[in-house]
């Protein structure tokens, strides 16, 4: 790999991640539209490490206050624990589903769901979904208002995002909505919910990328740092968009683009 393809992907992975859309289809979609090898799921996820520090960075304040709240919750036992405190095991409930067929399907994820026709039905289905989720929901609920079933319930649209096209922010996004969450608190709880999964995608993968012969160490730290710039831009960017306009464009997007896809796959100008 070299130091433009690097650059190149770190764009991708960093304006893909947080909005809707799904960083690993693009990361698959991209080389293969410009002739470039598949980057694999394994560097993929080690690229997601470059979000992980773009989001804990962006939202440091509350990840320090949901610990310490959480501390003090199982400390002293006087007071109900605060919304913070709730948010902290919320996050790593709704993690759980995720982790656990992320195990049971790794080799899937590996191989057979990176075909690029998988990508294009999930651009168009989780798409078409995410835009009858934004029209048709009330979207009066806040991020004070979770519950921990709403968080589990959001965690198990999380683990579709295992299936490359289906998009993590996008299908939690989706799933918040329609359980009635605002568009910004369904954002909001989207990213802080992707920092335990990406960490443990990108750590249990660095080894094999580290080691692998096509990647330079210096290659994938200049991938991680893109990737971070473009991120924290694209989290302030998402949210301050969320709060005054629909995911329309996005869904509108991911229509236009699974068709593109299966246009390019039937004329034999993709496979």
């Known amino acids: 790999m070299t130091s433009i393809e690097a650059v190149v ?18 990361l698959r979609i991209v080389p293969a539209l410009v002739g470039w090898d598949d980057p694999g799921a394994a560097f993929t996820a080690v690229l997601q490490l470059g979000s992980l520090v773009a989001v804990i960075g962006y939202f440091l304040k ?14 002293d036992r006087s007071k109900p624990p605060t919304p913070a405190a709730r948010h902290l095991l919320y996050i790593i409930v709704g993690t759980l589903p995720v982790g ?3 195990l049971l399907l790794k080799h899937k994820i590996e191989t057979s769901f990176r075909s690029l026709a998988i990508i ?15 029209k048709t929901s009330k979207q009066t609920r806040v991020l004070d ?6 968080a589990f319930l959001i965690g198990c649209a999380q683990a579709l995002a295992l299936v490359p096209g289906a998009s993590r922010s996008g299908v939690t996004l989706l799933a918040a909505m329609a359980l009635g969450y605002e568009r910004a608190a369904a954002a909001r709880f989207s990213f802080l919910l992707s920092v335990p ?21 210096a290659t994938l730290a200049l991938g991680l740092v893109v990737t971070f710039i473009v991120s924290y831009a694209s989290i302030a960017w998402l949210l301050k968009f969320l709060k005054t306009r629909t995911t329309i464009p996005f869904v509108v997007y991911r229509v236009v683009l699974g068709a593109l896809i299966f246009g390019l796959l039937a004329t034999g100008r993709l496979s």
């Open 62 to 75: 509350d990840l320090l206050g949901m610990a310490g709240d959480a501390v003090k919750a199982v400390t």
């Open 120 to 134: 294009a039905a999930a651009q168009i289905v989780f798409g078409l979904l995410l835009g009858v989720a934004d």
């Open 9 to 26: 992907l770190g764009i991708v992975q960093g304006l893909t991640e947080f909005l809707p859309i799904s960083s690993t289809a693009h």
């Open 197 to 217: 999964a990406v960490a443990a995608a990108g750590i249990h993968e660095l080894k094999e990328v580290l080691h692998a012969k096509d990647v330079s160490h």
């Open 145 to 150: 208002d979770l519950t921990l079933r709403d």
């Open 100 to 102: 656990v067929l992320g």
